[in-house]
């Protein structure tokens, strides 16, 4: 990356991010940067007004020049032409320049925080919204490093702003100096290219350092959710050494990249003043000693030229800083454009009340093109109200047609109807309406029971029918007992992913807030596998209370979970190997069902 203002690189990469921030904030930018070109343009003024004023003060002793004859004469003609209206007229200049550098400030800052705001709610509102197989195809560290970048996001848009601001200024000030003092301000310009010419490798150097501290801050967030999440395991087999050399590796990268990016850094601020003083220098002896020019414009044009010079240097500060983190744009960019591609699809007719079957024709999916088919030919039926179970070895393909059910995943062939309608035009949302889900993985919120159970619907002690409701299920996952035992009951606090609870009291928390849904369709995937047999008895005595009432789906393992189902479907390699009733199956001398029990994988 060449330095600014040189190579055709920089302006492609300037449009780039121009077109970037422009999608993300909105034309509200434009606004900051006319403040900011109309205080450039105010100060620059008020630099100028020295010209008459020192022809005032010094009575031709400075030297005159067109510009100096013909600003005194205006401000004659208005009756300022003395040295303390001249005095009052700039700082009256240098006022209205604050007032707008302090309005230009504000707007710019309250920009910043609403993009910080509209940044995280659209992510957020993006992934709640993304489809299952974007999901599964990246980790919890992706998406947990995504929005951690959306804070290097606005430094970016603050450094590429300042950038911008600096831009404005320098052209104002040179445009000044051309008409003060061309010849000053033709070699200024000439000076202040020399200088960026300086800074290409440093350019290059920020922007590949920033890039690579964005993968590797992936890595590291990776690292560490999945070793929090393990915490225990790795505790409790002393394996956490592998994962905490991952993480110390990756943390000493880093550090090295942040300290070579904060040399960089260093280094060009302490060049920006020698050389800004230097250049000055230089340029004074060649307009007195060479060029012979009135020393009133020379002064003027010093000051100008030394904001001039300042602000280019400032330029390649600022641009540098963007460089710094733009890997953090390049990031969030990226994955709003692949979630724009990966939305799950919304919309379409209500799905009916499930009051008469879910047909499943035909059914075929396949993750990718590359891969066996997961489904494939899939005939089954579950009447509404029946209790269906589907089991099969590993791999056979069951999460994958509960996947299907929910509309999770959208089939490669075939399809479902929900009391005939065909699944594709209904509208997914109120389809899962109708839906309670219990996985093996049990999902409990780092919040109370009567919150993990009602979802944050309200306040207990303030509505009966609230809390009536949360008590009915309770009772009906066999909870209501344990938690009438805790000091706080319903407001006990179960802390992060339930960890201050047993698994079984995770299970049976789960259960408790799926029936509190009242769903019309129960899917219960593994749902008693953490329960003892106590447990699972009660939990099962709780599911034949609702027989008729609604439909149950039931992936398990265990015997007597699925011995009970009005119909048994055995999966094997993606098809529908055999159904029937438990009863049916088991007395097939030859039936894999049979099988599986003699085997005891069921």
Avoid at 284 to 306: D, H, M, N, T, W
Avoid at 410 to 419: C, N, R, V, W
Wanted: overall charge neutral; proline content about 3%; glycine content about 8%.
């Amino acid at each position: 990356m060449a330095g600014p203002l040189i190579t055709p690189q920089f302006f492609a990469e300037f449009r780039r991010y121009w077109h970037i921030f422009q999608r993300f904030v909105g034309p509200r930018m434009y606004w900051v940067f006319a403040l900011m070109l109309l205080g450039a343009v105010l100060e620059a003024f008020g630099i100028v007004m020295l010209l008459p004023l020192l022809h005032s003060l010094g009575e031709g002793s400075f030297g005159t020049d067109r510009l100096t004859h013909g600003l005194s004469e205006v401000l004659g003609s208005l009756g300022a032409s003395s040295p303390v209206a001249i005095l009052l007229l700039i700082l009256g200049l240098y006022l209205v320049k604050g007032v707008v550098a302090y309005v230009a400030a504000a707007l710019s800052g309250r920009l910043r925080a609403y993009l910080q705001r509209d940044l995280q709610a659209r992510l957020y509102d993006r992934y709640s919204r993304m489809d299952y197989l974007y999901y599964t195809r990246r980790d919890t560290g992706h998406f947990f490093n995504v929005m951690n970048q959306v804070n290097a996001f606005i430094h970016v848009f603050y450094s590429f702003s300042q950038f911008l601001i600096g831009l404005l200024r320098t052209v104002t000030y040179l445009l000044m100096g051309f008409v003060v003092a061309w010849a000053f301000g033709l070699m200024a310009v000439l000076v202040g290219g020399a200088m960026l010419l300086l800074f290409r490798r440093f350019n290059a150097l920020a922007r590949e350092l920033s890039n690579r501290s964005a993968e590797e801050m992936g890595f590291f967030s990776k690292v560490f959710i999945e070793s929090i999440q393990s915490f225990k395991y790795l505790a409790a087999t002393g394996q956490s050494r592998p994962l905490r050399r991952a993480a110390m590796g990756s943390v000493e990268r880093l550090t090295q990249l942040q300290d070579r990016q904060n040399r960089a850094s260093a280094f060009t601020g302490a060049l920006r003043e020698p050389l800004a003083v230097g250049a000055i220098v230089l340029l004074v002896i060649v307009q007195i000693g060479v060029l012979e020019q009135p020393l009133a414009p020379i002064l003027v044009s010093i000051l100008l030229f030394y904001r001039g010079v300042n602000a280019v240097l400032g330029l390649q500060g600022h641009w540098q800083s963007t460089l710094t983190l733009v890997g953090a744009v390049d990031v969030v960019e990226r994955e709003f454009d692949q979630l724009e591609a990966h939305q799950e699809r919304h919309g379409g007719k209500p799905a009916p009340p499930l009051q008469r079957a879910i047909e499943v024709k035909g059914l075929s999916f396949r993750y990718s093109a590359a891969q066996a088919p997961a489904l494939e030919g899939i005939d089954l039926e579950i009447p509404a109200c029946s209790t269906v179970a589907i089991v099969g070895a590993s791999g056979a393909g069951k999460s994958t047609l509960i996947d299907l059910l929910t509309l999770l995943l959208q089939p490669d062939a075939g399809g479902i109807l929900i009391d005939g309608m065909p699944a594709s035009q209904i509208d997914p949302a109120s389809w899962r309406e109708q839906i309670g889900y219990v996985l093996q993985d049990t999902v409990i919120f780092d919040a109370s029971i009567a919150d993990n159970i009602s979802l944050w619907a309200g306040d207990l002690s303030q509505d009966p029918a609230l809390r009536q409701r949360v008590e009915l299920a309770a009772r009906a996952a066999h909870l209501d007992a344990f938690i009438e035992g805790l000091p706080d009951g319903y407001q006990t606090l179960v802390g992060d992913r339930g960890i201050r609870l047993s698994g079984g009291q995770r299970q049976r928390l789960f259960i408790a807030r799926e029936l509190y849904k009242q769903p019309r369709l129960l899917i219960l995937d593994e749902a008693t596998s953490s329960l003892d047999a106590e447990a699972e008895r009660v939990i099962q005595e709780s599911l034949e209370a609702l027989k008729g009432q609604l439909t149950v789906i039931i992936i398990a393992h265990r015997l007597a979970t699925v011995r009970q189902a009005d119909r048994i479907y055995v999966l094997a390699q993606g098809r529908v190997g055999e159904s029937g009733s438990f009863d049916e199956l088991n007395t097939r001398p030859e039936g894999q069902l049979r099988r599986m029990v003699e085997l005891q994988t069921l």
